[in-house]
Nanobody, 112 residues
Framework: QVQLVESGGGLVQAGGSLRLSCAASGSIFSLGAMGWYRQAPGKQRELVATITTRGSTNYADSVKGRFTISRDNVKNTVFLQMSSLKPEDTAVYYC??????WGRGTQVTVSS
């Protein structure tokens, strides 16, 4: 059983920064691609960024140049550095591990 635990969410003013972390634990033999998704109230969950085991990254157009995804394969942790935050970035952010594993999410609120 794999467990993903997100942390680092909070309230920040527009233009500010936050760093999210997702720690994976459990029966992990080889950590696959991981990613961050988000879901705003009344909207569908959407991709924010993904990263493969080798470090190849992919970003949603809306966050390119502002967000950076990275991972520590020794500590089984993935990070999302968010800068120049906008009110439209407000959402619950979820960590994902390939294979259908999800964390419970962490709230990010950006005030204008």
């Amino acid at each position: 059983q794999v467990q993903l635990v997100e942390s680092g969410g909070g309230l920040v003013q527009a233009g500010g920064s936050l760093r999210l972390s997702c720690a994976a634990s459990g029966s992990i033999f080889s950590l696959g691609a991981m990613g961050w998704y988000r879901q705003a109230p009344g909207k569908q969950r959407e991709l924010v960024a993904t990263i493969t085991t080798r470090g190849s990254t992919n970003y949603a157009d809306s966050v390119k140049g502002r967000f950076t995804i990275s991972r520590d394969n020794v500590k089984n942790t993935v990070f999302l550095q968010m800068s120049s935050l906008k009110p439209e970035d407000t959402a619950v952010y979820y960590c994902n591990l390939v294979g259908g594993f999800w964390g419970r999410g962490t709230q990010v609120t950006v005030s204008s």
